[in-house]
């Protein structure tokens, strides 16, 4: 069983910043595809960023030049640095992982979510 947990939302004014972590642990032989979504009150789910075992990241549009996605492969987390938040960031951020668990299977894990509300 994989589980991942979040850290690092909370209320922040505009213009602020805020980091998020997300550690996985439990059946995991290696690490695949990491990312950030959101989902915001009204909206669809959105992926924000997501960051790859090698290659180059991908971040949406809107967060370009102002969120960075990074990744501890020894620590088994991600990160995403927000900088520069506006209002419309608000909403509840997700974390995603691809991984190959010890029986070779391909596993898709979601954590629970953590809020991040940004106020004008």
């Known amino acids: 069983q994989v589980r991942l947990v979040e850290s690092g939302g909370g209320l922040v004014q505009a213009g602020g910043s805020l980091r998020l972590s997300c550690t996985a642990s439990?059946?995991?032989?290696?690490?695949?595809?990491m990312g950030w979504y959101r989902h915001a009150p009204g909206k669809q789910r959105e992926l924000v960023a997501a960051i790859p075992c090698f290659g180059s990241t991908n971040y949406a549009d809107s967060v370009k030049g102002r969120f960075t996605i990074s990744r501890d492969n020894a620590k088994k987390t991600v990160y995403l640095q927000m900088n520069s938040l506006k209002p419309e960031d608000t909403a509840v951020y997700y974390c995603n992982a691809d991984l190959t668990d010890f029986d070779y299977r391909s596993v898709t894990s979601w954590g629970q979510g953590t809020q991040v509300t940004v106020s004008s």
């Open positions: 439990g059946s995991i032989l290696r690490l695949n595809l």
